[in-house]
């Protein structure tokens, strides 16, 4: 086991039981009576990475004394999404490299990628339909849908360095956060019922959510793929303004913001993130992120404070950490 | 209105309310908070066509003496599935036109594309899960993942010219008629109960839909894009072996055989459905499809028989004879 699995081993120990039995689902899930399906599955399989969403389900379940025998399915359910989020990020971006793994859509093509990213979500749904309350059907066919707009709008909203922090985090909580936060809410909710605790489950979610997107927002600028697990720089390939940049970008002359410009925009510019770390000291930027993302964390960790000790809740602690120092 | 638009309506006279109905709630789920989703479903809109799935619905509701005030609903889900798979669709084979609208990844791209349909899916889903019963939930969601194995499927059986007709039908089997299939049997059973004749009325649906992606695939190759309102020629463009192509190629001799290959995968050809037109005489195998299609319309309305007479189930009939008949 690498250093990196062990160390989230740790920290989901609470719910170790659970975790397996949720990658028990994830596996039957991730196989189908078709013989080139089943294949196309194999590959995503290993795409598996670090399981903070499932995890959060089943901490969350714990951590407020609401955990059932349907939660590790839940959990599975929950990284099926984000599965098929990934398969169809993976044409968005054209990033090359995922978790080391070629991508569906550099293995087979984009057709296939587009209709394997729609199976998963069907397969995520279907499943959904046969537990004991409707509660998971409506809160990821909601939040699928709030992924999507916050994809779409952050897709739209590219080479916009004017953006404001507040428009930034929108678009991020959409595309990011609203996983996390219904992962929480159904881990401190499902079937019902509990709604306070609920409520502050989704916001500790809401908030970690947040601060591990603008964390890897900060590693696609300084990490390597080989650190990172996946193509990096592709926010810049892509024009993604991203908050470390629009910090720098705010703070710059007139004659720096047209280099930065440049740096996203001229045609034909190899390895563009590292271009712009010759170009622009990205340090101030980097830290404003990183400040933000520590006190998304500390109101993380605030809302924890509310619930009773327990080792789940230790561990969902422990997650906040891990979400702020992972250098992956 | 046109003339197609005044047949249909004519068609569906007997649920005409209740088509008003599923409009208005297609209306609004065209619409988001977001401007710019909000933008794009303005466009996506526009691709809604002949509107058969939805229709099949309030028609299988009223032939069943099934209709519930939900149908309306039901039937909006079941075409914004539809139109989820279209747009998806038509990043899958780079088809350029569509209902004589350009195609969502033609104006913004194949990003936006993946995205608007996934959000489509999930809020058809999401719609889903308000209706009484989980019927709805359960069936569209399995459906949809039946949808992507055939297309998947299909998509990997490409120049394949040795398909026999029943793994062809399979595949079309699949991708499309699984979904008039569970058009019809939510119209006859939802929200739960009437099993025999929800069994019944999903044969009708599932051959009715095989004859109708048969006289597509016929389209496909003798068509022209004028009158059909999309890219004609795809199929023989993408690789896709139909059952036309299947039966002609199936009675030809090595030569032809081989010239028909060619005109399949030669690079640089231009236009490839009329070459292939004018390589071999599709007829023979033209015909042999609109047989099957007629053979599988025939099944469906002994099957419709076994119903009483009333206005709903002699448009069912209808809508039967429409698919053969149909030049666009």
Chains 1, 2 share one sequence.
Request: aromatic share 6%; net charge negative; proline share 3%.
């Amino acid at each position: 086991m690498s250093r990196s699995k062990a160390l989230l081993a740790e920290l989901f120990a609470p719910v170790a039981g659970d975790l397996e039995r949720m990658r028990g689902v994830l596996t039957d899930e991730l196989g189908d009576s078709s013989p080139v399906v089943s294949d196309m599955l194999d590959h995503v399989a290993r795409f598996r990475g670090k399981e903070l969403r499932g995890a959060l389900v089943l901490l969350a379940g714990e951590a407020t004394g609401n955990a059932t025998d349907e939660h590790p399915k839940i959990a599975a359910i929950v990284e099926m999404i984000h599965l098929a989020t990934l398969v169809h990020d993976d044409i968005l971006d054209g990033a090359e490299v995922r978790r080391r793994v070629a991508c569906v859509n550099q293995r087979w093509n984009n057709q296939v990628a587009v209709l394997l990213g729609d199976y998963l979500y069907a397969r995520a749904f279907a499943r959904s339909t046969e537990l004991s309350s409707r509660l998971t059907s409506r809160l990821l066919a909601e939040t699928t849908k709030v992924i999507c707009v916050g994809e779409i709008e952050q897709s739209t909203a590219r080479y916009d360095f004017d953006m404001t922090q507040e428009r930034y985090e929108e678009l991020i909580g959409g595309k990011t956060a609203s996983l996390y936060a219904a992962a929480c809410e159904l881990g401190a909710r499902y079937p019902g019922g509990n709604d306070e605790v609920g409520a502050g489950m989704r916001r500790v979610g809401y908030d970690l959510g947040l601060a591990f997107q603008i964390v890897d927002d900060c590693l696609d600028l300084t990490g390597t793929q080989e650190a990172v697990g996946k193509t990096v720089g592709c926010d810049v390939e892509d024009g993604k303004v991203t908050l470390p940049v629009l910090h720098v970008y705010a703070s710059a002359n007139e004659d720096l913001r047209g280099r930065i410009r440049d740096v996203f925009t001229l045609p034909g510019l190899e390895g563009r993130a590292g271009v712009l770390r010759e170009t622009v000291d990205l340090e101030p930027g980097l830290a404003f992120a990183m400040d933000r993302a520590r006190s998304l964390v500390k109101s993380a960790l605030d809302e924890l404070g509310q619930l009773p000790e327990s080792p789940a809740r230790a561990s969902v602690e422990r997650v906040c950490g891990f979400v702020l120092d992972r250098s992956y």
